[in-house]
């Protein structure tokens, strides 16, 4: 296994950005508007921080948009070069996502429930160029689609990842307390994190350095 690229989501300003990047993150993430969880910022912001961040730096724009149309029009207002759709696609087509925005790469995210997310998984992968596997609820009363702290079944993470053909990120509820052991039973491509690197509203340094730190070192071969 190569080193597992770590995702800090919930950027809020290039500064975060910076302080993601130089300790060691690959992808960071950019929340535009949610039903529910934190790191909620405006599209304008989104823009202004993806436009900050240099090559080969991964933007994720969040998006809770299930319109192929409207995602795109987000992604090109926003500027960022990876789109994250945190709920499933109910108009339109993944092959329509990819005629309107050539070059920007699609991750979907899978909320990991039960036995029928994997199911899920399988069946979409082909169709993207990463799963991102969380522990959302859309079915709740106010959808839940990512930031929840909580970790899932990381059993049904590894079946994923082993059956989706395509890189898989591991979300929810991680932190430097459990990343390692999260690496070892998933093998995850990469990790993404939000609550468990920030303290007081913000990113804490102590916090991501000693994460990543830990994730460098359990994915060494």
Request: glycine content about 10%; aromatic content about 4%; hydrophobic content about 45%.
């Amino acid at each position: 296994m190569g080193p597992v690229r770590i995702k800090i989501c919930c950027i809020a300003s290039p500064e975060e950005a910076w302080m993601a990047i130089h300790a060691g993150a690959s992808a960071i993430g950019l929340v535009s508007r949610m039903p529910s969880g934190p790191g909620v910022i405006s599209e304008e912001r989104i823009r202004e921080i993806a436009l900050a961040v240099p090559p080969p730096i991964a933007t994720f724009l969040l998006t809770s948009s299930q319109s192929a149309e409207l995602i795109i029009d987000q992604q090109r207002r926003c500027a960022t070069n990876t789109v994250q759709i945190v709920d499933r696609l109910t108009d339109g087509t993944y092959q329509q996502l990819r005629a309107g925005m050539p070059g920007v790469s699609i991750v979907q995210v899978i909320h990991v429930l039960g036995e029928e997310s994997v199911e899920e998984a399988l069946e979409l992968a082909p169709h993207v160029d990463a799963l991102l596997l969380d522990s959302g609820n859309p079915k709740a009363a106010v959808k839940e689609l990512g930031g929840t702290g909580r970790a899932h079944d990381w059993r049904l993470s590894l079946r994923i990842r082993e059956g989706a053909g395509v890189p898989v990120f591991l979300a929810g509820g991680l932190r430097a307390e459990n990343v390692a052991e999260a690496v070892r039973q998933v093998r995850p491509f990469g990790v993404d994190v939000c609550s468990g690197v920030r303290s007081a509203g913000g990113l804490d340094p102590a916090r991501l350095q000693d994460f990543a730190r830990t994730v460098f070192k359990a994915s060494d071969p």
